[in-house]
């Protein structure tokens, strides 16, 4: 019996079509299994990349569609945009590229330990915003 291991359980979930909100040709939203606020979602390509640091002059416009998407789920709270943020982690714990879409309140039970407020309110979070403006993913 082959195990799964954790680190790819974001690749699995995006296959599982009732976990889909919203989908386009690059990227597919989901919510986050363990939110960190009371709106946590993730956007995820279809391409295997693995980081940020993993894109390449060939995924020219993929941030800019996860980003839309994620504008989509935020739709959905009855929150403003101004109320969330958007980023990629820095080291990401689990494989696959994702942005998260999480709104500012940082209330969950998953909340509950340090490092995970510090994974969402330190430089550990890259501002998609800011990722855009650098274009540190393009070789």
Request: proline share 4%.
């Amino acid at each position: 019996m082959a195990t799964q291991a954790w680190s790819d359980g974001l690749i699995h979930a995006i296959s599982n079509v009732k976990k889909q909100l919203f989908v386009s040709d690059l990227a597919v939203v989901i919510k986050d299994k363990y939110p960190k606020a009371l709106h946590h979602f993730l956007v995820l390509p279809w391409k295997d990349i693995d980081s940020v640091y993993d894109l390449s002059s060939d995924d020219d416009g993929l941030l800019q569609n996860m980003y839309e998407l994620g504008l989509k789920a935020v739709g959905t709270t009855g929150l403003t945009v101004d109320r969330f943020d958007f980023g990629y982690h820095m080291k990401p714990s689990m494989r696959r590229l994702h942005l998260h879409v999480i709104s500012k309140d940082y209330y969950s039970p998953c909340l509950s330990h340090r490092y995970h407020w510090n994974a969402f309110n330190t430089e550990f979070l890259l501002k998609h915003e800011s990722m855009l403006a650098k274009q540190t993913f393009i070789p």
